[in-house]
């Protein structure tokens, strides 16, 4: 990442949305540290819609409808769930102002929740901003095998019924790398991220009903 400025005012919504369409966003060093930091990182991470890899064994696990999706259901469970300690993450980004801020976008319609319940409980899934059509992913969680995969498989498949252009990951990591993640330069990023804000896409096109099967046809086209 490069330079970042601590945010020394109080952020709004709508400024916050005015950075995504600038190619940064806010981030802590922890969640007990109440200040915020702006990110232009110098590698984007991105994940190309139309080259989304799902490994076979996760696509077995997404056709058997192994959990049940719910988009926007309870954003408040899966902002804390991403806030929380899990496997491999000792820490988080994710302080009292950031669960603010998104809560607040949540409610006004540009943060989104892809969740993954089982036997009626929460067991995984992801939150991310939307800006036109472009979708910012910001965290997952999982509790149980596969739950985050799964949203994400589902997200994905949402975002290309919706016409939705850019799909940011912010950073690469291994775990994004397997369905295909890509790091671009900032100037390539541009390149993708101005078209993508400017234009029309629908985050609730595909019904909020779909089963495994129509997810995995629907990632597997290409527009």
């Known amino acids: 990442m490069t330079g970042s400025d601590e945010i ?18 806010p981030m ?9 930091f702006w990110i232009e990182p110098e590698a984007r991470g991105i994940l190309p819609l139309d ?3 799902i490994p076979r064994r996760l696509a077995r696990t997404v056709r058997c409808d192994a959990f049940e999706i719910r988009i926007d259901h309870d954003f408040e469970a899966v902002i804390a769930g ?15 102002r950031i669960r603010r801020l998104y809560t607040e976008l949540f409610e006004l319609g540009h943060c989104h929740t892809v969740e993954a ?22 965290s997952m969680f999982s509790h149980e095998r596969d739950a985050s995969k799964v949203a994400l498989v ?19 990591t291994e775990h994004l790398r397997q369905f295909g993640a890509i790091d671009v330069d900032r100037r390539r990023y541009h390149l993708l991220l101005e078209p993508a804000i400017e234009a029309d896409a629908d985050f609730y ?7 495994g099967e129509e997810v995995l046809q629907s990632v597997s086209q290409t527009s």
Do not use: M
């Open 51 to 53: 080259e989304f890899h």
């Open 154 to 172: 589902h997200l994905v498949a949402r975002l290309k019924v919706g016409g939705f252009r850019l799909l940011d990951t912010q950073f690469t």
């Open 8 to 25: 020394i005012f109080e952020l709004t919504p709508q400024v916050l949305l005015k950075a995504y369409a600038c190619g940064i966003f």
């Open 28 to 36: 802590a060093e922890s969640a007990d540290d109440p200040g915020l």
């Open 82 to 96: 991403c806030a929380g300690k899990g496997p491999g993450r000792v820490k988080t980004w994710i302080n009292a």
């Open 117 to 138: 319940w089982q036997d009626g409980k929460l067991v995984g899934g992801l939150y991310g901003v939307r800006l036109g059509a472009a979708f910012f992913g910001e």
């Open 205 to 211: 096109r595909l019904g909020g009903g779909a089963t």
